[in-house]
């Protein structure tokens, strides 16, 4: 019958809407080094170890990499005020929009460029 749902339709559309938002903030290797370069590199650099005065080299920081995701997820999520830089990252890095997944991913990315893992 024209314009009626049928249950395997119905099915698959509900599936997709409960799905959906674990799913939503999933990153590609791809997809997370080009979130990076558009959300962080301005400040950061291509390769973590700092673009601007006073934001702080990550590739020569263990402090910063022996500490967990959870913990720099927290502090990324607050915002982080380092001794040496002249302003402090502010939350989210500034871009309020980024979900807690992708400031994950992007936490694992850095990780992998600042220990010299990164492909």
Excluded: K
């Excluded at 005020?81 to 500034?94: D, E, L, T």
């Amino acid at each position: 019958m024209p314009g009626r749902l049928h249950f395997p339709a119905l099915a698959a559309v509900t599936l997709m809407l409960i799905t959906a938002p674990a799913t939503a903030g999933a990153q590609g290797p791809g997809d997370v080094r080009d979130l990076y370069q558009t959300r962080c590199a301005d400040c950061h650099g291509e390769d973590a170890s700092g673009e601007l005065p006073g934001v702080p080299d990550l590739t020569q920081a263990p402090e910063v990499w022996a500490q967990t995701d959870d913990t720099l997820l927290a502090r990324t999520i607050a915002g982080v005020n380092s001794p040496a830089a002249p302003i402090p990252m502010p939350p989210r890095g500034g871009h309020p929009d980024l979900s807690d997944a992708e400031l994950r991913a992007l936490i694992t990315y850095m990780r992998t460029l600042a220990t010299g893992q990164a492909h």
